[in-house]
T-cell receptor, first 114, second 114 residues
Framework: TQLLEQSPQFLSIQEGENLTVYCNSS?????LQWYRQEPGEGPVLLVT?????EVKKLKRLTFQFGDARKDSSLHITAAQTGDTGLYLC??????????????FGKGTRLHILP | NAGVMQNPRHLVRRRGQEARLRCSPM?????VYWYRQLPEEGLKFMVY????????ESGMPKERFSAEFPKEGPSILRIQQVVRGDSAAYFC????????????FGPGTRLLVL
C-alpha cells in the first residue's frame, strides 16, 4: 500500500514567518504534485515536480523533490494571511499500459495569523 | 472559460434515499475522475471514466455506488440507499488526455446524510 505522509498536520504561525511542510513516502513516484485547497472549494494545482532533486519556485513558495523521488517539501517565505489553506501533496505512479495512479496525502492545514 | 462544474454544491439526504451528483468537465476534456474527501482526510480515488467507459473503478465501494459518463451530458455519481458514513465531500476532476498527471478539480458536492 502506497502512503503519503504529510507533516505537520496543522500549523499556525504569524504573518511574516517562514515555514516548511513535508511530504514523505516509502514509494518512488514519477512525479509529485502540490495542491492548495480553500474551505468549500476543490484543490488547485500549484506545481508538479518531476526530476529527483528538482526545485521549483512560485513567488514565495519553493517546492523541492527529493533525490530519490520519494519525498518533497514546500517552503513558504514571509507567510501571508492569503496563504491560509489546506496543502495537499499527491504522488503520481506510472502504470505500464494503464492510466497513472495518483495518491493524495491527508494534507497540512496552514493558518497564518495576522 | 468555464472550469469543472459540479452540482449540487450541497446535498442533504435521509438514510435510505438516493444521491445523484453531477459533474461537467472542462470544455474539451473527456476524462473524469471522482474522489471522496472525509474531514481531516486526503482525497480518496473512487473511479476514472472516459466517455461511455469506466476505465478504473478500483476505489468504488462494491455496493450502492455507481458512476457513468454518457456520450452527452455530465458524469453522474450515484449513491443508492445512503448511510451516514456516506457523508463527505465528493470532488470531480477532469483532464484533457489519458492519465492523471494534470487534473482540474471542481468545487465539490458536500453530501450530508441525516
Amino acid at each position: 500500500t502506497q502512503l503519503l505522509e504529510q507533516s505537520p498536520q496543522f500549523l499556525s504561525i504569524q504573518e511574516g514567518e517562514n515555514l516548511t511542510v513535508y511530504c514523505n513516502s516509502s514509494s518512488v513516484f514519477s512525479s509529485l504534485q502540490w495542491y492548495r485547497q480553500e474551505p468549500g472549494e476543490g484543490p488547485v494545482l500549484l506545481v508538479t515536480v518531476v526530476t529527483g532533486g528538482e526545485v521549483k519556485k512560485l513567488k514565495r513558495l519553493t517546492f523541492q523533490f527529493g533525490d530519490a523521488r520519494k519525498d518533497s517539501s514546500l517552503h513558504i517565505t514571509a507567510a501571508q494571511t492569503g496563504d491560509t489553506g489546506l496543502y495537499l501533496c499527491a504522488g503520481v505512479i506510472l502504470r505500464m499500459g494503464r492510466d497513472d495512479k495518483i495518491i493524495f496525502g491527508k494534507g497540512t492545514r496552514l493558518h497564518i495569523l495576522p | 472559460n468555464a472550469g469543472v462544474m459540479q452540482n449540487p454544491r450541497h446535498l442533504v439526504r435521509r438514510r435510505g434515499q438516493e444521491a445523484r451528483l453531477r459533474c461537467s468537465p472542462m470544455k474539451g476534456h473527456s476524462h473524469v475522475y471522482w474522489y471522496r474527501q472525509l474531514p481531516e482526510e486526503g482525497l480518496k480515488f473512487m473511479v476514472y471514466l472516459q466517455k461511455e467507459n469506466i476505465i478504473d473503478e478500483s476505489g468504488m465501494p462494491k455496493e450502492r455506488f455507481s458512476a457513468e459518463f454518457p456520450k452527452e451530458g455530465p458524469s453522474i455519481l450515484r449513491i443508492q440507499q445512503v448511510v451516514r458514513g456516506d457523508s463527505a465531500a465528493y470532488f470531480c476532476a477532469s483532464s484533457i488526455r489519458e492519465g492523471t498527471r494534470t487534473q482540474y478539480f471542481g468545487p465539490g458536492t458536500r453530501l450530508l446524510v441525516l
